[in-house]
């Protein structure tokens, strides 16, 4: 968080070195986590980074909760993905589907978190610039 009055929706909220950011950088990058902003109520200005997870997040939580579509979106790669339906189960809106037994990727309700690319056992899936 950058404001110091907002007390954010996670938790362990502290200052931290430039040691600690490196290493959370890592560990995103690591669980392939989607830096975003975090933005202010009346959603004017960035109070934070969030790489999106399903923590804790009102996003995901809360289907009433709006938030910016991020820079990136998935793109699949239907030659290699095996249609399991993993990378569905954790899509929480509803832009991977599985119909028939076959996934479906809806682009325009992805909202580029990606949580869909931890789960994929056959790594077929990206973030690409959405656009």
């Known amino acids: 968080?950058?404001?110091?009055?907002?007390?954010?929706?996670?938790?362990g909220k502290k200052e931290v070195a430039l040691e600690d950011v490196m290493e959370i950088l890592h560990e995103a990058h690591v669980k392939h986590l989607v830096a975003r902003p975090f933005r202010n109520k009346d959603r004017t200005d960035s109070d934070g980074i969030c790489f999106c997870c399903d923590d804790c997040c009102g996003y995901f939580l809360d289907p009433n909760e709006k938030c910016d579509k991020g820079e990136l979106v998935t793109e699949t790669d239907f030659d290699?993905?095996?249609?399991?339906?993993?990378?569905?189960?954790?899509?929480?809106?509803?832009?991977?589907?599985?119909?028939?037994?076959?996934?479906k990727e809806a682009r325009d309700l992805c909202y580029g978190c990606g949580l869909c690319l931890n789960v994929?056992?056959?790594?077929c899936i990206k973030m690409?610039?959405?656009g």
């Open 1 to 11: 968080m950058f404001n110091p009055d907002d007390s954010g929706s996670g938790s």
């Open 120 to 123: 994929c056992p056959e790594d």
């Open 80 to 103: 290699v993905c095996n249609h399991c339906g993993v990378c569905a189960d954790v899509c929480y809106f509803e832009a991977r589907t599985v119909n028939g037994g076959e996934l």
């Open 128 to 130: 690409v610039l959405r």
